[in-house]
């Protein structure tokens, strides 16, 4: 029989590789489907690429690439027999099988025991070949079987929790002595006993001293009184006190110089007043937040629907998604898009042509993991109910929990957030951030096909004026998205709000527990007044005056899209730099009338400002690159101090605050976060020698007609930062030659995508012509494009009244923290998707939201 194996196996020897270290061996997870070894049909993995495929695909991939040995997993997951013993290990029929392969449900080690089962199979005869069998198969293929089952799955999930099973017990934890000084914690308004310090703050367990931690590279930290305490006292133990929970804390040894764990913490903690099982848990979904979420506590259980029996509902379109740890912005983000029919059309209506014409490595396509993701959601393979004498037998012993266990989105967010410095990353990100780099993918990879991000895609106009001359400038550019103000000042409980800050500065200046928090409450039509009134230009210049005045802008709206987002502007930045978020509740409408506040283009009476632009103002000529030889560069002190004082190199932060055009501090953090990994991120700023070619000298010296190139001081910023001059020169033409927001299309838009600059350059050119908003009052549905280009975007206009379909929510004080669901109303009734969980919605909350979503009305 061996020599029968053998000789079986040798005319495909050639095409069985051994996965060396660089491989990814997808032993988890179908590249087509989320089919997985504990699917019925088990998982099989090509022997050549080390890809995975569900029993329905796996054939495909035989025909397209010939490869013909695969090996065929399949985990066998059962209960237990009545009278096992309690807390056994799950049996494994073959320990190495599986060895890196997490269970795909949740269930008890206790109850449940698993036996995996490898073989491999060639195609197309199907002939099997038991594993292991190392009599029988020749040695490369014995070699490779043993490395691919021994590999870690390419996507393994990280537990958020994982760390924890790495941390030792501290050698101080059984002995530790305590102060009986009479010190009592109280359960919030912390501040460091040396300074002024409100966040990172650690208590001392020996002498229940409260101080803050170390300064972090991101400017979040202390002034390191923690530390300077344990070198004059050696007191060794201290926990971070916005980390207690009934489950635990962050502790950390100052003298083993790591973080540890402690069996005996709640017993420290009583020492000074602290009760672990009485405090409030500030963990959510594996997230933490501060000591001063208080607020937001009542918020996490309106959104989320606490207290209420909510029926699980499953099916097609009712399918959850597994939280991979921070990926809740992910889930709610293509929750809502699979709702929405373009997009319904575009990836799962045409999901085996897209299948058929996927490159050899699907995971590598981004219309593929979009089709994958999209009929996994809507499929309703992945979303069914338990089997009733299942639900019988859970009932009658009283522990009925059944849930769908929902997809895995891991494969289109390695995909989607490839070369991303933020989505990459585990932490939690911002939803709408992430909506609009999905969207942008989804513009990138649609040049040759339906884009369903039309759906969303309008045309504002923007009207300047000079306010001395009066005279007018219209343009227009193409948004995805209303950022909606909340003017806190129009809240109606401004008495309330006023009344509660007062108390609240008082129990922090007295240490004693805060106040019943006050919810702003802001009149939706007051968050669109502030969003239509004029605003002010800064540093405007008059081509009718060719000098510096004062200007006004509003924005209307040139075209109505089929499908409307609305974000509410909740975030902004604290001292530290980090996105803090307004308690606001908005009372936003089912149905939404923007009919009045459609563009009108040029009016009778109204003077148009020349078409000119400022004098462009270059450095001196100079032979000499040395710093030495060249006038100092103006740069914001206090905006490098500010950056300096986070404790970023001074160099770095000169250098960040002048290649961006001393836009602020703001901007400087971002540009240091996006070159902090560089070898020259500290070393001295050193200016261009020279600049690309510029305009004629003539147009230097006077002024420069309007065209369709930007600003070339805005080129030479970004050129100086170090951008080739083309790809500036797209980021400003996509951005409406906003240099901020052309930062941030540079780095969403690496330059390997060539093949498709021409195309999003001309999509994204919205610069207007005599024609561009000729038909901008029409307000029956028409497609638009910008300047008559018959090659830019197409907008959809129609009607601009809409019905609220969906919404996002979050919960927490940051965008870097907290959690995110949405409800989005299917078949006339509300449904929330929480992660996994898949419900009827009872109260949607729709004053709470962050994002919302319009479909726009027929006119008829």
């Known amino acids: 029989m061996a020599a029968d194996v053998g000789e079986l196996l040798v005319p495909y020897m050639p095409t069985v590789r051994v996965p060396k270290a660089g491989d990814r061996v997808f032993k988890s997870e179908c590249a087509f489907s989320f089919d997985s070894p504990e699917s019925e049909g088990g998982l099989y993995v090509c022997m050549n690429t080390f890809l995975g495929f569900g029993r329905e695909h796996v054939e495909r991939h035989f025909r397209k690439t010939g490869q013909s040995v695969y090996m065929h997993l399949k985990r066998h997951v059962k209960e237990k027999a009545s009278g096992a013993a309690?807390?056994?290990?799950?049996?494994?029929?073959?320990?190495?099988?599986?060895?890196?392969?997490?269970?795909?449900?949740?269930?008890?080690?206790?109850?449940?025991e698993c036996e995996d089962e490898a073989k491999l199979v060639i195609f197309p005869d199907h002939f099997e070949i038991p594993l292991p069998n190392i009599e029988e198969l020749p040695a490369l293929v014995t070699i490779a079987c043993d490395a691919v089952l021994n590999a870690a799955s390419a996507y393994k999930k990280q537990e958020s929790e994982s760390w924890e099973e790495d941390l030792q017990v501290?050698?101080?934890?059984?002995?530790?002595?305590?102060?009986?000084?009479?010190?009592?914690?109280p359960p919030s308004g912390w501040k460091c006993d040396k300074c002024e310090m409100r966040d990172n703050l650690w208590l001392n367990l020996t002498d229940g001293a409260v101080l803050c931690g170390k300064w972090f590279f991101d400017g979040s930290g202390g002034n390191g009184h923690a530390l300077d305490h344990y070198k004059e006292t050696k007191y060794p133990l201290a926990v971070k006190l916005d980390t207690i929970t009934p489950d635990g804390a962050d502790v950390y040894s100052f003298e083993e110089e790591e973080a540890v764990l402690d069996p005996h913490l709640s017993q420290h903690l009583s020492h000074f007043g602290i009760d672990m099982l009485h405090m409030q848990?500030?963990?959510?979904?594996?997230?933490?937040t501060d000591n001063n979420t208080r607020p937001m506590v009542s918020e996490w259980e309106v959104i989320q629907e606490s207290g209420m029996k909510l029926k699980a509902v499953y099916g097609s379109g009712y399918t959850g998604m597994k939280n991979l740890g921070n990926s809740c912005y992910l889930s709610t983000v293509m929750q809502v898009l699979f709702s929405i029919p373009h997009f319904q059309r575009t990836y799962v209506g045409n999901l085996q042509r897209i299948f058929d014409y996927s490159p050899l490595d699907p995971t590598q396509d981004f219309a593929t993991q979009m089709a994958k993701?999209?009929?996994?959601?809507?499929?309703?393979?992945?979303?069914?109910?338990?089997?009733k004498c299942e639900l019988i037998e859970q009932v009658m012993k009283e522990e009925y929990k059944h849930q769908q266990k929902g997809v895995s989105p891991r494969m289109l967010k390695a995909l989607a957030s490839r070369g991303h410095p933020e989505f990459s990353s585990d932490r939690q990100q911002d939803a709408h951030e992430f909506l609009m780099h999905i969207i942008n993918l989804v513009e990138r990879n649609s040049s040759s096909s339906e884009n369903p991000s039309d759906a969303f895609r309008f045309l504002v106009e923007e009207r300047v004026q000079c306010c001395q001359t009066r005279r007018?400038?219209?343009?227009?550019?193409?948004?995805?998205?209303?950022?909606?103000?909340?003017?806190?000042?129009?809240?109606t409980n401004a008495e309330e709000l006023l009344a509660y800050e007062v108390k609240r500065r008082e129990a922090e200046e007295k240490m004693t527990a805060p106040p019943e928090p006050v919810r702003a409450r802001i009149p939706f039509s007051a968050c669109l007044q502030a969003l239509t009134e004029p605003h002010n230009v800064p540093d405007f210049w008059s081509s009718a005056l060719q000098a510096k005045s004062a200007g006004v802008k509003t924005s209307r709206f040139a075209s109505f899209p089929e499908y409307l987002i609305v974000q509410i502007k909740k975030f902004t930045f604290g001292v530290d730099w980090v996105p803090k978020k307004l308690d606001l509740a908005i009372d936003v409408p089912d149905f939404l009338d923007l009919s009045r506040l459609r563009a009108t283009g040029l009016q009778a009476g109204e003077e148009e400002l020349p078409d000119l632009m400022p004098p462009i103002v270059l450095p001196e000529d100079t032979?000499?690159?040395?710093?030495?030889?060249?006038?100092?560069?103006e740069i914001d002190e206090v905006a490098v101090m500010q950056l300096a004082e986070m404790g970023f190199p001074l160099e770095a932060c000169r250098k960040a605050v002048y290649y961006t055009g001393n836009m602020g501090p703001e901007m400087a953090?971002?540009?240091?976060?996006?070159?902090?990994?560089?070898?020259?991120?500290?070393?001295p700023l050193l200016l261009p020698s020279m600049l690309d070619p510029g305009p004629a000298p003539d147009s230097i010296l006077g002024n420069t007609r309007l065209d369709n190139s930007p600003p070339e001081e805005s080129i030479a910023i970004l050129t100086s930062m170090g951008f080739p001059r083309t790809h500036g020169i797209q980021a400003l033409r996509a951005t409406n030659n906003n240099l901020e927001r052309a930062l941030d299309w540079i780095f969403t838009h690496p330059e390997e995508e060539e093949q498709h600059s021409d195309a999003l350059s001309n999509m994204a050119d919205t610069e207007p012509n005599e024609n561009a908003v000729s038909n901008a009052n029409s307000h029956s549905d028409s497609t638009l494009s910008p300047g008559g280009d018959t090659s830019g975007p197409r907008v959809k206009d129609g009607p601009g009244r809409y019905e609220l379909f969906a919404l996002i929510s979050h919960m927490g004080a940051s965008t870097m923290s907290g959690h995110y669901v949405c409800h989005i109303k299917k078949e006339g009734r509300w449904v929330i998707y929480n992660d996994h969980k898949v419900c009827l919605s009872e109260r949607p909350p729709k004053d709470l939201g962050y994002i919302y979503f319009y479909h726009r009305l027929s006119s008829s």
């Open 373 to 387: 993701l999209g009929h996994g959601l809507l499929s309703g393979q992945y979303s069914k109910p338990p089997v």
């Open 86 to 112: 309690g807390g056994a290990i799950p049996r494994r029929r073959n320990g190495k099988v599986f060895l890196e392969l997490e269970l795909n449900r949740d269930f008890n080690g206790e109850e449940y």
């Open 669 to 683: 953090f971002n540009w240091i976060i996006a070159h902090m990994e560089e070898p020259d991120f500290a070393e």
């Open 281 to 288: 848990k500030r963990t959510e979904n594996g997230q933490h």
């Open 472 to 491: 007018v400038r219209y343009s227009q550019r193409v948004d995805y998205c209303i950022q909606m103000p909340a003017p806190m000042e129009a809240a």
């Open 623 to 633: 032979t000499d690159t040395s710093m030495s030889s060249l006038d100092s560069p």
């Open 170 to 185: 501290s050698r101080h934890a059984r002995t530790l002595s305590q102060l009986d000084n009479g010190v009592r914690i």
